[in-house]
């Protein structure tokens, strides 16, 4: 029987630390690997093939280092990686290991916060061309309409400290009114990208009254609750001491300055080259 070990957290970069500080505050006892692939961050313009390869080769480092439960908390990872990875790959290099997504979680449950029935999704261009949340939505809440709106500057302004910038409020104001032409009835938008929530308060600014504005961090924080609950024989293999560890594929200094902002906390990271690691 293989020893405890930390609930793995994977994020092309900082994006998944939004989700990380949820799940700590819902589920503390447990240990936390957070890995953040900053290195070849951003994914959401990369081919399908590229974030499979970057992302089977991350989950192949948490199981190296113990994990049984590897959480894809990036939405561009899940959307693009996770069903190869649970049904090609972990049947033959892990078979008793799980790596869950943050897509399945929220399209479980964003039927219920609408009363148009209509919802707006502002992603990753990869996470919109995958098509994942209107497939994954209408398996939960078949009359639900979904409005896609790629957003492909809100990554680099938030990566780059400019998510109180100027630039963020035009491009926040040019993809907020692209989405509300194409559904002038949506009264949900669901940020579905881990970065997205530091964009909150100026997307707020902008949004049409009477819309609610969900991120994914207590969702899917809630989910997995549900999940350990349901699974004890992984939440057995899951080790309750407390403790948090980051790593990152970049530079750990970049790492520490931005994470707080995204975690809330200030933390110190390692560096881990993959390749060798792997190796
Ligand atoms: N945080 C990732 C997500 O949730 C996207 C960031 C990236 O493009 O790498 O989709």
């Known amino acids: 029987m293989q020893q405890p070990g930390p609930i793995g957290i994977f994020d092309s970069g900082y994006g998944g630390l939004t989700i990380l500080k949820e799940i700590v505050n819902k589920l503390p006892q447990y240990d936390y690997l957070y890995l953040g692939d900053s290195a070849r961050a951003p ?7 590229t974030v499979y390869h970057y992302t089977l080769q991350c989950v192949n480092w948490f199981f190296k280092q113990g994990c049984s439960l590897v959480i894809l908390a ?3 990872a899940s959307a693009k990686a996770l069903r190869t990875i649970q049904q090609n790959d972990l049947p033959r290099i892990a078979p008793g290991k799980r790596v869950l997504g943050v897509i399945r979680p929220t399209a ?3 039927g219920n916060f609408s009363e148009t029935e209509s919802v707006g999704v502002l992603a990753t261009t990869g996470t919109v061309m995958s098509e994942s949340y209107p497939m994954e939505i209408a398996k ?6 979904v409005y896609q709106e790629a957003c492909p500057m809100w990554v680099p302004l938030v990566e780059n400290n400019e998510y109180e910038s100027d630039g963020a409020d035009y491009f926040i104001k040019k993809n907020l009114r692209t989405i509300f032409e194409k559904g002038e009835d949506i009264d949900v938008i669901l940020l579905a990208c881990t970065h997205y929530p530091l964009l909150k308060a100026k997307i707020e600014e902008y949004l049409p009254v009477g819309v609610k504005l969900l991120s994914q961090g207590e969702i899917v924080a809630a989910s997995l609750a549900d999940y350990l609950h349901r699974h004890p024989e992984i ?10 560890e980051f790593y990152t594929t970049d530079s750990t200094a970049d790492f520490d300055n931005h994470a707080s902002t995204f975690f809330g ?12 690691a792997i190796s």
């Open 265 to 276: 906390e200030k933390l110190q990271s390692r560096h881990v080259d993959l390749d060798a």
């Open 235 to 244: 939440e057995s293999r899951c080790r309750k001491n407390g403790q948090r």
């Open 140 to 145: 939960f809440f078949p009359e639900i309409k």
């Open 108 to 110: 479980e449950i964003i």
């Open 43 to 49: 994914y959401g313009n990369r081919s399908f093939d």
């Open 74 to 76: 990036c939405n561009t």
